[in-house]
């Protein structure tokens, strides 16, 4: 609320990513009761969009290292066939 003393809704808009009737509501809220205009919980989203993406990254992780395990092992198998091979000529 306090940028908007200083700048357009535009210019806050513009500058934090949100639409003009988001801004609005707020604004209307506010001065229709400023002490339970903004009782939720803050930027909670920011913390629910990081974890989402470290649990993306940790599926990932897991999925790469799954398949990175199932390509040693055969790996493995195709070398010990190729060492039967010399060894039985």
Known sequence: MQE???KSIAEVCREHNLGPSLITYWKRNYEENPAS???GHGNLWKDDAKFAER????????AENDF??????????LN????RRCNSK
């Open 4 to 6: 908007l003393a200083t």
């Open 37 to 39: 205009a903004f009782a």
């Open 55 to 62: 649990e993306r990254l940790i599926g990932q992780l897991y």
């Open 80 to 83: 010990a066939e190729e060492r």
């Open 68 to 77: 990175l395990k199932k390509a040693l092992e055969r790996l493995q198998q």
